[in-house]
Antibody, heavy 121, light 108 residues
Framework: QVQLVESGGGVVQPGRSLRLSCAAS????????MHWVRQAPGKGLEWLAVITYDGKNKYYADSVKGRFTVSRGNPKSTLYLQLSSLTAEDTAVYFC??????????????WGQGALVTVSS | DIQMTQSPSSLSASVGDRVTIRCRATQHIRNYLNWYQQKPGKAPILLVYAASTLQSGVPSRFSGSGSGTDFTLTISSLQPDDFATYYC??????????FGPGTKVDIK
């Protein structure tokens, strides 16, 4: 069965960096675009970034463009999110999710359990 | 940019009630609209995609409708397991997606 497991969360000081990982299993990772979504405490879902199946194209929400970098290692079936210049507003649970596509319809059909990032001095 | 709104932001209902949640886009998005359910401390779960197609395994009491700018998620008979927060998501601007602010459904 499809499984996505995030890791790498924790407490980090403002201005520092952190890398999250998302280990995928149960499907052919290299066939799918992958997304990152976050949720600040008590808030709604915020879409952050997407990377195409081959890693060649990446797109970001304006709120994180220039600070966050999405990448992937297809041989390792792993998705990454590099977070930099972190501020307290980046405190959130970060989810990875798989994109499914039917014709021109897109949706996120499998999600990881989330990794908590807390930015605090 | 396309913005998504949801109404109401929260509602209280009883088991067995019919519940309707609305989602509106600031521009026409055809049927590129998905619905997710999220329970506290858990990842979201896909309920409906393409505005009205039920994801495999989702109970038939859930249904989605709409096209253009106005969409609806309906729970025909609310069950105890349905108390959660529901989010709409537009994918018209793919590869960039946008979520609505969410609607929390709790017990009356």
């Amino acid at each position: 069965q499809v499984q996505l497991v995030e890791s790498g969360g924790g407490v980090v000081q403002p201005g520092r960096s952190l890398r999250l990982s998302c280990a995928a299993s149960g499907f052919t990772f290299s066939d799918y675009a992958m997304h990152w979504v976050r949720q600040a405490p008590g808030k709604g879902l915020e879409w952050l970034a997407v990377i195409t199946y081959d890693g060649k194209n990446k797109y970001y929400a304006d709120s994180v463009k220039g600070r966050f970098t999405v990448s992937r290692g297809n041989p390792k079936s792993t998705l990454y999110l590099q977070l930099s210049s972190l501020t307290a507003e980046d405190t959130a649970v970060y989810f990875c999710a798989r994109e499914e596509r039917r014709s021109s319809i897109y949706y996120l059909d499998h999600w990881g359990q989330g990794a908590l990032v807390t930015v605090s001095s | 940019d396309i913005q998504m709104t949801q109404s109401p932001s929260s509602l209280s209902a009883s088991v067995g009630d019919r519940v309707t949640i609305r989602c509106r886009a600031t521009q026409h998005i055809r049927n590129y609209l998905n619905w997710y359910q999220q329970k506290p401390g858990k990842a979201p779960i896909l309920l409906v995609y393409a505005a009205s197609t039920l994801q495999s395994g989702v109970p038939s009491r859930f249904s989605g409708s709409g096209s253009g700018t106005d969409f609806t998620l309906t729970i025909s008979s609310l069950q105890p397991d349905d108390f959660a927060t529901y989010y709409c998501q537009q994918t018209y601007t793919t590869p960039l997606f946008t979520f609505g602010p969410g609607t929390k459904v709790d017990i009356k």
